[in-house]
């Protein structure tokens, strides 16, 4: 199975800073890669997909970079709802697909 | 509007097996390309994808908890469902089902989960 590792694990921040969380892959998945957020208690929402495509609805402060095994998402300025935990995913070829181990941005 | 909404026992014993239910409305499986996922969370801990069933019953298992798994549909109740036997105090989590299409295969719908607990 493809692993995926996130760094850093727990991130703090200010709002309005810029932040990056880098993911990796076990071994290359072209750019199959797709970012969640997820608050306490609620189900993760997608946020960008194949790597750097942004969902419907997610503002443009959030992006994405990257393929092959090295991959980045970055928030530009960060507002306070954006303090979550945040997961990669791997969908490259056939399940499984597995997520990260996340990365818990929180406020400074 | 696509919704999902996973049903089952709140608390079941170690050995039992879990029944899960995933209800969903906005689309169905039996058109080409849909999908639908299972995936846990273990309180304060990360993801972890468990199972999919395709429009074309074909299915596919988290590699490690293969032997306990399967996962099942009925088109004609808009429904998932995915059995997990041999339940121990590990497998304490939300449960989560979500919506995939095989032409893109992230997770663009998600169920708000259900928390199942193991325990004597």
């Known amino acids: 199975d493809i692993q995926m590792t996130q760094s850093p694990s727990s991130l703090s921040a200010s709002v309005g800073d810029r932040v990056t969380i880098t993911c990796r892959a076990s071994q290359s998945i072209a750019s199959y890669l797709n970012w969640y957020q997820q608050k306490p208690g609620k189900a993760p929402n997608l946020l960008i997909y194949?790597?750097?495509i942004l969902y419907s609805g997610v503002p443009s402060r959030f992006g994405g970079s990257g393929s092959g095994t090295d991959f980045t998402l970055t928030i530009s300025s960060l507002q306070p709802e954006d303090f979550a935990t945040y997961y990669c995913?791997?969908?490259?070829?056939?399940?499984?697909?597995?997520f990260g181990q996340g990365t818990k941005l929180e406020i400074k | 509007q696509v919704t999902l909404r996973e049903s089952g026992p709140a608390l079941v014993k170690p050995t039992q097996t879990l029944t899960l239910t995933c209800t969903f409305s906005?689309?169905?499986?039996?058109?080409?390309?849909?999908?639908v996922n299972w995936i846990r969370q273990p309180p304060g801990k990360a993801l972890e994808w468990l199972a999919r069933?395709?429009?074309?019953?074909?299915?596919n298992y988290n590699t490690s908890l293969k032997t306990r798994l399967t996962i099942s549909k009925d088109t004609s109740k808009n429904q998932v469902v995915l059995r997990m036997t041999n339940m121990d105090p590990v497998d304490t989590a939300t449960y989560y089902c979500?919506?995939?299409?095989?032409?893109?295969?992230?997770?663009?719908?998600w169920g708000q989960g259900t928390l199942v607990t193991v325990s004597s």
């Open positions: 069933i395709d429009w074309d019953d074909d299915e």
């Open positions: 906005g689309f169905s499986l039996s058109t080409s390309g849909m999908c």
């Open positions: 995913q791997q969908t490259y070829n056939t399940p499984p697909y597995t």
């Open positions: 194949d790597a750097s």
């Open positions: 979500a919506r995939s299409r095989m032409a893109y295969n992230w997770f663009d719908s």
